[in-house]
């Protein structure tokens, strides 16, 4: 008998990928590359990234769009196909989604309110009907890419797409939920500490007599106030240093940051890695914030 080899899903997104990292190899663009393998954890319950991802640095910490891939039997209309994609867009902070079944490509268009518009859709391979089009056809498809590439590229070129440096991702989709789930907690442990400690409740006094105009709208109490400014320092030190290491070789030992590490220790951690690398606006420690 016979052994029949078929290409899946992510077969053919890895083909796809493989397609547009050599067309901004050949060509000057604002995209410079393009993967699919990362997953970017919004929660505990929700993991996503796109099939398909576009970038603006070589490195992968700028994204520029997410696209989501389905075969010729996934209707181009399908909703749950088209929403997922702008859910995705939505989540990393991006103005602008694709999808893709081989038969079409669709480009949106993200405007006020999270609602998004068609702004662009390519026909030219609409022969494709089946999986074993896809293979059949493959010159087409691929020169159509080739088209698709090049006309997503002249709308970030001409500013009416946004990118999303991979840190502002993270943070803006993660942080919220980190304050929700902490402030309170870290608000009543810096009351009680201050009530035992004149030095520092005179030193957080004083701090929101200088900031509490910010906070106007949004926080009424002087600990929960400084509480989320703990949790974005701490969040803020973590993030940047994931993201330098790469470059940044004293910044590698972030990853000794652990479940068993003080947040003394963890202080300690980021005073070696300014020591080595500067960047002390960022890693500094705000006080009290163990």
């Not at 994204?63 to 929403?83: A, S």
């Not at 004083?206 to 703990?230: G, H, M, P, Q, R």
């Not at 590698?252 to 080595?276: G, L, Q």
Request: charged share 25%; hydrophobic share 40%.
């Amino acid at each position: 008998m016979s052994t029949i080899i078929r290409k899946n899903e992510r077969s053919w997104a890895i083909d796809l990928i493989s397609r547009i990292n050599l067309i901004a190899k050949n060509n000057d663009l604002a995209i410079k590359k393009a993967g699919g393998e990362t997953t970017i954890s919004i929660d505990r319950r929700n993991r996503m990234f796109p099939d398909v991802v576009l970038y603006g640095n070589e490195d992968q910490s700028v994204i520029l769009q997410g696209w989501e891939l389905k075969m010729p039997d996934v209707p181009i209309e399908d909703e749950t196909f088209i929403k997922d994609a702008q859910r995705k867009a939505i989540a990393l902070n991006l103005n602008s989604c694709l999808i893709w079944n081989f038969t079409y490509a669709v480009l949106y268009a993200r405007e006020e309110g999270n609602t998004f518009i068609k702004i662009k859709q390519w026909n030219a391979t609409n022969h494709i009907h089946t999986r074993q089009d896809v293979e059949t056809y493959r010159s087409d498809w691929e020169k159509q890419l080739d088209e698709v590439i090049t006309e997503v590229n002249g709308y970030f070129i001409s500013g009416k797409f946004r990118n999303a440096p991979i840190g502002q991702v993270i943070s803006e989709s993660s942080i919220t939920s980190l304050i929700h789930r902490n402030k309170n907690m870290i608000a009543k442990e810096l009351e009680s500490k201050s009530f035992k400690d004149s030095v520092m409740a005179a030193y957080i006094d004083n701090w929101w007599s200088n900031v509490n105009l910010e906070y106007i709208l949004d926080e009424t109490d002087k600990y929960e106030a400084y509480a989320k400014t703990v949790i974005l320092n701490w969040t803020n030190r973590i993030i940047f240093a994931h993201i330098i290491k790469h470059k940044q070789n004293s910044a590698m030992i972030v990853d000794e940051i652990d479940y068993d590490k003080s947040s003394v220790d963890a202080n300690k951690i980021f005073k070696k890695i300014t020591e080595k690398c500067d960047f002390y606006n960022v890693f500094s420690a705000i006080k009290y914030n163990e």
